[in-house]
């Protein structure tokens, strides 16, 4: 089966580096297949016939061991991450103009009612919840007004991965985005 590793907190500031040729060295030390990465902020696609449970768990241990450092590591499948990606506006961009990004949410808070939770002001942007992930457009003149910069400091934020819509549609093998 094709997974999705997306790898959280890591390659934003100096501390918690961590080299792409390094971190598809560990997952092909897991002896998983087709090993790849996409671009710096820790996207890993791979295949595998071991169980979810057992990937993750020896993901998680092996990047402490390899980094120093607990990672906190959503693994989807490929079908989810399509899932996800199919359910985006095909008319939102990540451009000067707009920004649009996908946030996808650990088993804990995957729920429609965290829309309720988050400090958005929802006359500024538009915000929607599929199963495993929310995601959202908003003018970029509006920036400011929608309060998507208060999302980093909401305790929720630690629950989830953010990746902008480019990276997911590619993520999910929709080439022509």
Known sequence: MKYIALLRGINVGVLRRVE??????????????????????GN?????????????????????TTFGFDIPALIKTEKEIQKIAESIPKEWKN?????SDVAYLFDTIDSDKILDELPFNNE????????????????RKNYNKSHLNKLITHSLYQMMTVRNINTARFLAGLKSF
């Open 95 to 99: 451009d000067s103009i707009q920004r």
């Open 124 to 139: 500024y942007i538009d915000i929607r919840y599929t199963n495993g992930a929310i995601y959202w457009n908003i003018d």
């Open 44 to 64: 890993v696609i791979f295949e595998s016939d071991k169980n979810l449970k057992n990937i993750k768990q020896e993901i998680k241990t092996s990047l402490k």
């Open 20 to 41: 792409m040729k390094k971190l598809r060295a560990v997952f092909e030390s897991l002896k998983y297949k087709n090993v790849s990465t996409y671009i710096n902020s």
